[in-house]
């Protein structure tokens, strides 16, 4: 087989789990917790269908949304990104945001303009693999944040990021219903955050695909907003970095996600997206813009009921079933529950055995953690099973795990 030379970066890559894991739902019995992904009994289809429509029955507009566009997005669309921000305590204009192909695109073109091999970039342990995947083409090292629990000094990772041979270029979390543990960071933590980021003179990464699936408890400001207010309601002074998507709330399909930052980050941003796929889909963004002006907040409503209905099926469960010495986070919103097992246990081996023995599959921990550890953990998603299948699946989980 023909082998060519490939670049360095090429070596790092690796197959998603959760995407190879995705392959199970195609085989009959298997009850899967491992995707992450949106339930289409909630996808605006009927919405979506009048939008596709009436865009294409119209010549003007069928002939702008089938043709090429601006890097940046579509007008529309933009400024109703812009208005969403503004809600969130985050003064936007339409030059402040970019629209991408989801907010994976987001995060490779950010790992693309900031890391260059040998720097470093600031994760929580565990953290979303997709990140990793995006950022690790671009050879950084990893630095572990810990923002509840204590970050160390702002010199200390300086100090260990040039024994590298680079710098610390950015902090990357998920603040809201992280994927994957379903926590949510403390106002106290995100100021602390920014704290740590002026000190050590580099941008944060906020990554809020889950932010509006809360089903409980209060809110939390957007990190975003909280770095705005301190500097006076200057979007364009703020080093935080906001990645938003329209994915988990009306519809991963048409890949529509934003970046809101600084007017300089997203000209940057653009040249780079200009390079990689000249233009998002215009059609779906025209189609999106219709979709948020029109059902947004009702999608939003409804997606956190039919959620929270899973989460709690899935919490009973687990309660009922686990044994003594497993533990697992109680999520106010998202998609997830982290799953801690017995030191001794390999969340990896146990997946192998599952599938098999049980018909159920789940994210092995370890996949989420920079340097190998993390392996008697698991993720479970409770956001496509239904409550029965959630019910029956973790009865057969926790029987297995107990067996062990």
């Known amino acids: 087989m023909f082998e060519p030379r490939y670049a360095r970066r090429a070596e790092a890559m690796r197959a998603s789990e959760i995407r190879e894991l995705l392959k199970l739902l195609e085989k009959p019995g298997i009850i899967s917790f491992a995707g992450g992904i949106p339930d289409p009994a909630l996808f605006p289809r009927d919405a979506a269908a009048a939008a596709y429509a009436q865009i294409l029955a119209d010549p003007v507009a069928s002939s702008q949304g089938l043709q090429y566009s601006v890097s940046e997005g579509y007008p529309p669309l933009r400024a ?18 970019l629209v991408t192909s989801g907010s994976q695109q987001a995060l490779e073109f950010l790992g693309k303009l900031f890391i260059t ?9 565990p953290t979303y693999l997709g990140a ?6 671009y050879e950084p090292r990893y630095d572990t944040l810990r923002p509840e629990s204590g970050n160390r000094t702002p010199a200390s990772y300086a100090e260990a990021a040039a024994l590298n041979g680079g710098s610390v ?22 100021h602390g955050l920014i704290a740590l980021a002026e000190e050590l003179d580099c941008p944060i990464i906020e990554d809020t695909a889950y932010v509006d699936l809360r089903f409980a408890g209060e809110s939390v400001p957007a990190i975003q907003a909280l770095d705005v207010e ?13 990645c938003g998507t329209f994915s988990k709330t ?18 940057r941003l653009t040249l780079i997206k200009q390079a990689s796929d000249l233009n998002c889909s215009l059609i779906n963004q025209m189609v999106m813009e219709r979709l948020a002006v029109e059902t947004y907040d009702a999608q939003v409503a409804k997606a956190g009921a039919h959620y929270r ?18 533990t697992w986070t109680t999520p106010e919103g998202g998609l997830f529950i982290w799953v801690t097992l017995p030191r001794h246990m390999d969340g990896a081996e146990i997946l192998q055995r599952a599938i098999v023995e049980a018909e159920v599959a789940f994210v092995p921990g370890g996949a989420f953690f920079t340097d190998g550890s993390g392996k008697n953990t698991m993720r479970l998603s409770y956001s496509l099973p239904s ?9 057969r989980l926790g029987k297995l795990i107990a067996s062990l």
């Open 169 to 190: 270029k950015f902090a990357y979390v998920v603040p809201d219903f992280a994927n994957p543990t379903g926590e949510t960071l403390t106002a106290d933590a995100r």
């Open 387 to 395: 409550e029965a299948q959630i019910t029956q699946g973790i009865a």
């Open 309 to 326: 209905a899973r989460r709690d099926a899935m919490l009973a469960a687990l309660k009922a079933n686990m044994p003594a010495g497993v």
């Open 250 to 267: 009306l519809t991963p399909g048409l890949r529509i996600g934003w970046v809101c930052a600084a007017e300089s980050v997203v000209r």
């Open 80 to 97: 109703w990104i812009a208005r969403h921000m503004s809600r969130l305590g985050v003064p936007a204009r339409a030059d402040n945001i």
């Open 132 to 137: 990793l995947q995006a950022f690790s083409a």
């Open 230 to 242: 301190r500097h006076g309601g200057d979007l364009n002074a703020s080093r935080v970095i906001y």
């Open 117 to 125: 091999a040998g720097d470093t970039a600031l994760v929580t342990a």
